[in-house]
């Protein structure tokens, strides 16, 4: 997920503020945000919000986090269209103040003057910004490549960014994803001619799951079901969407008529090429429901074929192996970019981000979007083709660039939310640390009740989830008897004059019960939840 602040005399201007999908590290969590208290506290200073593009990852958290920034919002006609929608969703259309520029347009901003300048990536209408300040220009590259036969847009804007390059950048702010992969990226085109080819060789039923925002993945799929006289047909709701949007817009204009999913049942497998969502594994996504069985319309048989035209996300092997493997399981032939070539990535190899240099010749080089390996190799590039300042820097590094020496002059408190059912908390609240604790550690509820004499009138009842791995029925026993025996130790524990105290009670109860199931489960601490109830006196 992506969220930068730029900074000039006193006024902050935001780039994107995008969201990410959460592991299985954060139980019941689907999504999270970038915690925006540092700008939100200096939000009368925040004179706007840009987006460079589409992607989820750049402005998928704008509808959950505006109500926090409460700044005008600036992005393109593609970009728009697709923001008002989570805008109208979230019930923020009408608040929002939104300014659509023109591709390829500017606009001033207080402090800021905001160029756009077009690139190529895998959404339309991804941008470059040329930001211009008193005290020089920042070129914030934002997601792209140079990909001379896209497909979906124009190529990237080069002259544009030389024009910039030429007229002096101070620093560029530079995409990081490919920075360990040598030469460039392959083409679009090139995808287009590899599926029509793949899908040509296949018999019977042919899924193609991908990235739902990969409108000209979209459109190659489109033209090589089309190249093999194979209907379309497509699953999901993001796809609709964003088909819809990018026909809205402009593109995908000469793209074959495709079928819904409900249709799918009544034409022959050979006849047909499934579009669907899910190609990350989500449970909820369109490929994970088709491999469990659980899709309504869509059902596979053995012979019949699934295309991951994508790259694995890392965080989602696991969920992606378990999708594959269902699959593999009921015969069924999986490809994926490891065995044919169906995937290009909308990022910029080495040798494209030393072209993007050379255009735009800054000053300094700051690497940005990647993990901290890939920002150290595009630190090395950077300093290669002469650029002497080329820092690598952290999230919650403030780094100036200008006036003045180029050094990180302080470090700000940064963090993550979590879209909790639809609340939004700190990943660590108390919520979430009882939860992860409950999920890997297991729980233990205990009922004591006690009369109004402040007598124990019975044992007290032990119920345990999660605490013994592989035991069998004797150990669970055993375990309960023992707990049990616990919790009546912690009781003769407590002080006579405490017992009108729960929470004497709780501390008494929970440790004793704590430090048996602590021993037998090897050390794990789960979670003892104690419960009192008293009974009064019946007159």
Known sequence: MNMSLYCCNGKWLAVDCGLTFADDTLPGIDLLFPDPTFIEERRKDLVGLVLTHAHEDHLGAVAHLWTRLNCPVYATPFTMYLLKRKLSEAGLLDRVPLHEIEVGGSVDIDEFGVNYIQVTHSIPEAHSLAIETPHGTVVHSGDWKLDPNPLVGPTTDTAKLKAWGDKGVRALICDSTNALSPGRSQSESEVLKSLTELIGELKGRVVVTTFASNIARIGSVAEAAAANGRSLVVSGRSLHRNIEAAKACGYLQDMPAHLDENEAGYLPGENTVILCTGCQGEPRGAMSRIAMHEHRHIHLKASDTVIFSSKIIPGNEKMIGLVQNRL???????????????????????????????????????????????????????????????????????????????????????????????????????????????????????????????????????????????????????????????????????????????????????????????????????AVEVEVVRLNKIA
């Open 328 to 526: 593999v399981y009921d015969g069924i032939n999986v490809i994926t970019e490891k065995d044919r070539f169906v995937h290009v990535s909308g990022h910029p190899a080495r040798d494209e981000l030393k072209e993007y240099y050379s255009l735009v010749q800054p000053q300094v080089a700051v690497p940005v979007h990647g993990e901290a390996r890939h920002l150290s190799r595009h630190s090395d590039l950077a300093k290669e083709l002469g650029i002497v300042e080329a820092p690598v820097i952290e999230n919650g590094d403030v780094l100036r660039l200008a006036p003045g020496p180029v050094e990180v002059v302080d470090h700000i408190a940064t963090g993550r939310l979590a879209l909790d059912g639809g609340q939004v908390s700190a990943t660590d609240s108390k919520t979430l640390q009882s939860r992860k604790r409950m999920m890997f550690n297991g729980i233990a509820f205990v009922v004591v009740v006690l009369d109004a004499e402040l007598n124990s009138i019975m044992e007290p009842r032990v119920t345990i989830r999660g605490v013994l791995d592989h035991a069998d029925s004797l150990a669970e026993a055993d375990l309960h008897d023992k707990s049990v025996e616990a919790a009546e130790l912690g009781l003769d524990n407590v002080k006579p004059d405490r017992f009108d105290d729960d929470g004497a009670i709780f501390d008494a109860v929970s440790q004793s019960v704590r430090r048996v199931l602590k021993k037998a489960s090897n050390g794990r601490r789960p």
